[in-house]
């Protein structure tokens, strides 16, 4: 069965940055890209970007450009997004999702990594 | 404030038929992009509940059904149950974003 599995809970400081990762089983790794989205304390979700797990090609969206990098390792099947320069306002859950091929859905979702920011 | 207007809440009792519209423009919804709908149940993260405007995936129960018709979407939950009490949100796209995802706001949905 499809499985994400991220990474855990991260507490981080102003100005400090972030990895979070994400482990995808029970599918082919290469034929379905990955995207991230982040969800504040009591607020929706909000589109990160995405990534090709076969290219590598990205798509971010424009609030993170320049902060952000996502990359995959094909070797481990996992998928990582960077966020860099991290204020309190990013403090929120992130997830991992896979996008489906046939409808640009997000089919299957990570079961989420908290990341707290704080001085 | 979202690309995709969503009411902030409804609520049913059980039994009864709720609906949870999404209200785009000729950008997004009307330029012809598909919707999706999600469920997320407290604590949780998204589930994936209706995908091409239409479709359930398997599992997912037929009182869930999605529509679409020109700048906006529906969607319709029958026979409202307990476990339904969720928030719910719709995706699609929008040319002025370069075809980038837009969400809506979320639908929390209480069963009274």
């Known amino acids: 069965q499809v499985q994400l599995v991220q990474s855990g809970v991260e507490v981080k400081k102003p100005g400090a940055s972030v990895k979070v990762s994400c482990k995808a089983s029970?599918?082919?790794?290469?034929?379905?890209?990955i995207t991230w989205v982040r969800q504040a304390p009591g607020q929706g979700l909000e589109w990160m970007g995405w990534?090709?797990?076969?290219?590598?090609?990205?798509k971010y969206a424009q609030k993170f450009q320049g902060r952000v990098t996502m990359t995959t390792d094909t070797s481990t099947t996992t998928a990582y997004m960077e966020l860099r320069r991290l204020r309190s306002d990013d403090t929120a859950v992130f997830y991992c999702?896979?996008?489906?091929?046939?409808?640009?859905?997000?089919?299957?979702w990570g079961q989420g990594t908290q990341v707290s920011v704080s001085s | 404030q979202s690309v995709l207007t969503q009411p902030p809440s409804v609520s049913g009792a059980p039994g009864q038929r709720v609906t949870i519209s999404c209200t785009g423009s000729?950008?997004?919804?009307?330029?012809?992009?598909?919707v999706h709908w999600y469920q997320q149940l407290p604590g949780t993260a998204p589930k994936l509940l209706i995908y091409?405007?239409?479709n359930r995936p398997s599992g997912v129960p037929d009182r869930f059904s999605g529509s679409k018709s020109a700048t906006s979407a529906s969607l319709a939950i029958t026979g409202l149950q307990a476990e339904d009490e969720a928030d719910y949100y719709c995706?699609?796209?929008?040319?002025?974003?370069?075809?980038?995802?837009?969400f809506g706001g979320g639908t929390r949905l209480t069963v009274l």
């Open positions: 000729s950008s997004n919804i009307g330029a012809g992009y598909d």
């Open positions: 999702a896979r996008r489906g091929d046939n409808w640009n859905d997000f089919d299957y």
């Open positions: 990534i090709g797990a076969n290219n590598g090609n990205t």
């Open positions: 995706h699609s796209y929008d040319i002025s974003l370069s075809g980038s995802v837009i």
């Open positions: 029970g599918y082919t790794f290469t034929n379905y890209g």
């Open positions: 091409g405007n239409t």
